[in-house]
């Protein structure tokens, strides 16, 4: 197995960090309900152009290199959660100007891909309730292991186009962008992710960011306790 890699955040990279946290916030004072989510919307854009900064000087200074690249989904089979409200919103603006065809394609897709999470979830109950999972009930919770069994069907995520190119990569969500493989790309398929895991990495920002992060979502939610990326996106395309 590759061991996880050791990724210091150099001085360069501290400093973006900082000035995310200050643009953060900025976002959160200005929060609040009926706020003007466009404002938010843009606000947030810049950071996460920030936050791609952040990423590659950390990585440079690291001397390790990203095997992510374009055309790669292995991971784009993951049930993503840990989406903040605000990016939903952002990422349903970006799917109603798609083309009639391409957004109902996306929507289509995304209510299939929620329906097989029930079957995983399911599924996943009753085995616990069988006693199948006995070896391992200690070591991870039911949310992991519906998590995994999900990434085991090769469900394509919903916003891949034909040529398994991302239709909203400039908008992704935080949690898609620092998820990263520094190691070996022989990790990142389902099929090998529980035996090789350590090669992936979480690109974080810090405890501070990811707090104020939590506040601003939790402050402009109108679906409050839903975060992941497919079932919150379309709650918020119902909503107009």
Not at 102 to 115: F, N, Y
Not at 183 to 205: H, K, Q
Request: charged share 30%.
């Amino acid at each position: 197995m590759t061991a996880k890699p050791n990724v210091p955040v150099p001085p360069e990279a501290a400093e973006i960090q900082r000035t995310i946290t200050g643009r953060l916030r900025t976002l959160l004072a200005r929060a609040h309900d009926g706020a003007d989510m466009t404002a938010i919307a843009r606000g947030y854009r810049a950071v996460l152009r920030l936050y791609d900064e952040y990423q590659g000087r950390v990585i440079a200074a690291s001397g390790l290199s990203m095997m992510c690249h374009a055309g790669c989904v292995s991971c784009c089979c993951h049930w993503v959660d840990d989406v903040y409200s605000f990016e939903a919103d952002m990422i349903a603006a970006a799917v109603r100007r798609m083309s009639h065809r391409r957004r109902e394609s996306v929507i289509a897709a995304c209510r299939e891909s929620m329906e097989e999470y029930e079957r995983v979830r399911a599924a996943s109950a009753v085995r616990l309730e069988s006693g199948e999972y006995q070896e391992i009930a200690g070591e991870v919770d039911f949310e992991e292991i519906v998590l995994t069994g999900f990434y085991q069907l090769h469900s394509r995520c919903p916003f891949l186009d034909e040529d398994d190119r991302c239709a909203i990569y400039a908008l992704r969500p935080l949690t898609c962008r620092a998820y990263i493989n520094l190691g070996d790309p022989v990790a990142c398929p389902p099929e090998n992710i529980l035996d090789e895991e350590e090669s992936t990495y979480i690109l974080d920002l810090d405890g501070e960011s990811n707090r104020l992060l939590d506040d601003l979502s939790a402050r402009v939610a109108r679906h409050p306790g839903d975060t992941g990326l497919r079932s919150l996106v379309l709650k918020c395309l119902e909503d107009r």
